[in-house]
């Protein structure tokens, strides 16, 4: 009886011991503070020589991962490495956030030995990186979409930032044009990451499109783009004054610094 009872024990606390793996607080590959539920947080990885520390969007505890956004934009980089429009599957920072060779890209960019995946991940870490399809619907306001993808990392798009983080859509009054969300009365975004800077959104477009009341095909919009404030926006920018194109650069792209920061997201298997 005894020796029944030890191994009936001794199997439960394997079993919890199984089960509990994503939710310790620290682990030999990433630390969860307070706890690893959603709206923690979690380090995982480095990049330019600091811990990566992460926001626990979702705990899928059916599929045991976690969906994670980085707490910080870690680095000021194009959508696209050119002046020309592009959805998220054939842009430059798809590739260069996965390592991807030229044929993934537009400009045939080949970033398999300098990517951020390969910076910020030892080979065992990128092991625990789910690779995930992820969706590129159209937007009913601007017709950003595109094709699905199958990547490692990438960036959110706006209907992913709303369905992970409910708190991003706080009402901004008296800013009510289609295409933003959030914004001053929004800021609760930014008690769960953190802001300061612009970041992109993956949702883009490889065409122009008119705006309502302006010079038909006079403008276009590129990517979307989170502001330093939590307020959701897309670039606009006169096609017809001026060659730059809003999905290089925030603002009017004559200064590579007005460009948003990148904002990692992922799926890790625990």
Known sequence: MMKKQLTLALFIAALLGILSIGCNRTNEEYTCNPSCERGGK??????NGSPIEW??????????????????PLEQRAFHEELAPVTWERSTIRSWLNGYGPREND????YTSDS??????????????????????????????????KDYVFLLNKNELVEFIPETAQAWPGHTWPGHIGGYEGTKLCTKIRCKKHWWLRDSTDERVPIEGEVMNAHFYGARYVNSVGAVGYVKFPVLSTPVNGLNYYNDGTHRENCPYVRPALWMNY
């Open 107 to 110: 400009l045939e960019i080949d």
């Open 42 to 47: 979690l380090l995982f990885g480095k990049y």
């Open 116 to 149: 951020f995946i390969s910076q910020a991940f030892t080979r065992k870490e990128k092991a625990w990186i789910h690779k995930t399809t992820v969706v590129n619907n159209g937007n009913s306001d601007l017709g950003m979409g595109g094709t699905p993808t």
């Open 55 to 72: 926001y626990i969007m979702s705990n899928d505890t059916v599929n045991r991962r976690f969906m994670l956004l980085a707490m910080d």
